[in-house]
């Protein structure tokens, strides 16, 4: 009995070379996504932010922005009745450094006036161990901190102290439910020095490998429609 050597048809043979050709190219789209992974990961920049309210000299205008580690936040000057406020950087030294009023007494934060930070950007990117410090606050004077979901607008009060820069301060957790904090002072004038935490948030490069992983998944879906 002869043994029969079993003869595929030719389009069966090219069928099976396009089966192993799409299973190695979605195998090297595999290993790619991998190694996507592990470079978004490493590309993550985790660590310390802080905002310093000195950092840009005067002329200021009603409204002044601070980016750090890619994150921007805006500062907005009101009198209590939501007119804009000229802002003022102080940097006199001490405990007298921070953002307070050109046409105000020691050109700082008083009773009839407030400062609104805008922190959408900062509250998107997960800040833990949140604090502030507020300078140039004397015996008798004292500070508040209000929660707002409206521009102009003191808002809910959040927290209210005397702590003096450099001496920082923790922001109750609820500060992140509203996309403004307004600062005031009930009694005699302070500054806005500094605020901070940490962050966890993806670098450029990371949006970059992502982009480049989308790029070859979509050139290899276009060969094989071709």
């Given at each position: 009995?002869?043994?029969?050597?079993?003869?595929?048809?030719?389009?069966c043979?090219?069928?099976?070379?396009?089966?192993?050709?799409?299973?190695?190219?979605?195998?090297?789209?595999?290993?790619?996504?991998?190694?996507?992974g592990?470079?978004?990961?490493?590309?993550?920049?985790?660590?310390?932010?802080?905002?310093?309210?000195?950092?840009?000299?005067?002329?200021?205008?009603?409204?002044?922005?601070?980016?750090?580690?890619?994150?921007?936040?805006?500062?907005?000057?009101?009198?209590?009745?939501?007119?804009?406020?000229?802002?003022?950087?102080?940097?006199?030294?001490?405990?007298?450094?921070?953002?307070?009023?050109?046409?105000?007494?020691?050109?700082?934060?008083?009773?009839?006036?407030?400062?609104?930070?805008?922190?959408?950007q900062?509250?998107?990117?997960?800040?833990?161990?949140?604090?502030?410090?507020?300078?140039?606050?004397?015996?008798?004077?004292?500070?508040?901190?209000?929660?707002?979901?409206?521009?102009?607008?003191?808002?809910?009060?959040?927290?209210?102290?005397?702590?003096?820069?450099?001496?920082?301060?923790?922001?109750?957790?609820?500060?992140?439910?509203?996309?403004?904090?307004?600062?005031?002072?009930?009694?005699?004038?302070?500054?806005?020095?500094?605020?901070?935490?940490?962050?966890?948030?993806?670098e450029?490069?990371?949006?970059?490998?992502?982009?480049?992983?989308?790029?070859?998944?979509?050139?290899?879906?276009?060969?094989?429609?071709?």
């Amino acid at each position: 009995m002869h043994n029969r050597i079993l003869q595929l048809p030719t389009v069966c043979l090219q069928t099976v070379r396009c089966v192993c050709t799409c299973l190695n190219e979605w195998r090297l789209i595999l290993i790619a996504g991998t190694l996507m992974g592990i470079g978004v990961i490493s590309s993550a920049y985790a660590g310390p932010i802080l905002y310093d309210f000195t950092s840009v000299p005067n002329p200021l205008g009603t409204s002044q922005s601070y980016t750090q580690s890619g994150i921007t936040i805006t500062a907005y000057g009101f009198e209590n009745n939501g007119t804009p406020f000229q802002l003022f950087e102080k940097t006199d030294g001490g405990d007298e450094n921070g953002l307070g009023f050109k046409l105000t007494s020691d050109n700082e934060i008083d009773s009839s006036n407030f400062i609104e930070l805008s922190l959408s950007q900062l509250w998107a990117a997960n800040p833990t161990n949140l604090s502030m410090s507020i300078g140039s606050v004397q015996s008798g004077e004292s500070w508040t901190i209000y929660g707002s979901n409206t521009l102009g607008q003191l808002g809910t009060l959040l927290l209210s102290g005397n702590t003096d820069y450099p001496t920082s301060f923790t922001l109750p957790n609820s500060a992140i439910n509203f996309p403004f904090l307004s600062i005031t002072a009930p009694t005699g004038n302070v500054l806005v020095s500094t605020l901070g935490g940490n962050i966890n948030v993806p670098e450029p490069v990371t949006m970059l490998i992502l982009g480049s992983g989308l790029a070859m998944a979509a050139a290899v879906k276009k060969r094989r429609a071709a």
